[in-house]
């Protein structure tokens, strides 16, 4: 099973290797604000926003990629 940890740091990567590729400025947005276990994360078809769920406390969040913060 994948930690909490290795996964940001997986995230990163993809981030920094993409911006790599593109000829991008990197700006990485980390929040700490959820702390809980994520249940599941999904991207959207355009890759604009990232949905993400804790199902134990009810909690659905969407944040934009665009600008690292929360659109809900």
Do not use: P, R, W
Request: aromatic share 16%.
């Amino acid at each position: 099973m994948i930690t909490k940890k290795y996964f940001i740091i997986f995230i990163i990567f993809i981030i920094i290797l993409q911006t790599v590729y593109s000829n991008q400025n990197v700006e990485i947005y980390l929040s700490l604000g959820h702390t809980g276990n994520i249940s599941s994360t999904d991207f959207s078809s355009d890759g604009k926003y990232i949905l993400y769920s804790d199902f134990a406390s009810k909690i659905i969040k969407l944040y934009n990629v665009a600008t690292g913060k929360l659109d809900n």
